[in-house]
């Protein structure tokens, strides 16, 4: 539990990542209205270009923090990749002639800015938005699937210096450094932090999925984030593993998760396989408590 809600009262940032279709999206929302319920002032976000939140919530998402009709505590907000891009350019065009660069100097950095990595320096940047408004307690982040997710905390490091560097390089570095490190070194810093962030990775409990996950966690690793939580979904409950077919799945699905304890080494969350898409506030209330619901008590 310490690793979902806040601690000595400080802003509490929850990653779910993992590869496409494990369920990271359930698990947010489960999550983040498990958090609103507690009394935690919660936001909700996405990288998910389909906008899969939205259905799954049963209400709209938009581009800027709107509270969930129905639950207090609760708001909501999507990262559209490509609109951030814009207003990212825009932002880093801006500053560049603040800054009295010529017009060539301009032209070359609009160029180096059409490429598929600002769409994700710019989710990104959005992100850093949100979560340093300091208006909630809790953010929980849907991220997109693995590699997307990893570019893009890669990306702050390296390629925010070099585009900084371009904007202020005739002008003063040491800005320059200051810019980059204000604006990415504080998150980066919050991301390393176990007391402020948790990334948890979603699998489910098959061979691959889990070599795959662990690798991208030991990726994670390298850039100085420990991951806080492993999330079993498509778990077989035991009462329902009455026939041939579910008992095989369910003593197949029992021995890998022992495995992900194994390798993973942090506390194991277990989302049940459900009859049905998960969808609307009650049944994500009642994930919520399946998934905290023991801990909290314990
Ligand atoms: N425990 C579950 N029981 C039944 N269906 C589930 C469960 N978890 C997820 N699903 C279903 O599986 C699909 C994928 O889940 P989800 O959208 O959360 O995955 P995701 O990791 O966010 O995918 P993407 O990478 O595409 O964003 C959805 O249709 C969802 O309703
Ligand atoms: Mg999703």
Redesign the pocket.
């Given at each position: 539990m310490a690793r979902i809600v806040p601690s000595d009262g400080r802003q509490r940032t929850v990653f779910?990542a993992?590869?496409?279709?494990?369920?990271?999206?359930?698990?947010?929302?489960a999550t983040a209205v498990w958090l609103a319920q507690q009394g935690w002032r919660t936001l909700l976000l996405?990288t998910?270009p389909?906008a899969?939140l939205g259905n799954?919530l049963g209400a709209p998402v938009g581009d800027e923090p709107h509270p969930l009709p129905g639950l207090p505590n609760l708001w909501v907000v999507k990262i559209d990749p490509k609109a951030a891009a814009e207003v990212y350019k825009k932002r880093i065009l801006d500053e560049a002639r603040a800054h009295g660069r010529p017009e060539k100097a301009i032209a070359v950095i609009a160029e180096e800015l059409d490429s598929p990595c600002t769409e994700e320096m710019a989710a990104f940047d959005r992100f850093i938005e949100f979560a340093s408004a300091g208006a909630w307690q809790t953010v929980v982040f849907?991220t997109?699937?693995t590699g997307h997710t990893l570019r893009m905390l890669e990306l702050p490091v390296e390629w925010s210096k070099q585009i900084d560097v371009k904007v202020f390089s005739s002008v003063d570095t040491a800005v320059a450094d200051d810019v980059a490190k204000q604006r990415f070194g504080d998150v980066i810093e919050m991301m390393r932090d176990p007391q402020r962030s948790t990334f948890a990775f979603?699998m489910y409990p098959e061979s691959t999925p889990i070599v795959e996950a662990h690798r991208a966690s030991l990726e994670l690793a390298t850039l100085g984030i420990p991951t806080g939580l492993a999330v079993a979904?498509?778990?077989i409950p035991a009462e329902q593993a009455d026939t041939p077919f579910t008992h095989a799945r369910h003593v197949m699905q029992q021995h890998y998760l022992a495995e992900i304890q194994a390798r993973f080494a942090v506390p194991l969350l277990t989302?049940?396989?459900?009859?049905?898409?998960?969808?609307g506030l009650p049944l994500l209330t009642e994930?919520g408590q399946q998934m905290y619901g023991q801990l909290v008590l314990a």
């Open positions: 779910f993992g590869k496409g279709g494990v369920g990271k999206t359930v698990a947010s929302c996405t998910d389909a899969h799954v849907d997109a699937p979603v979904n498509f778990v989302i049940p396989l459900l009859p049905e898409e998960v969808q994930l």
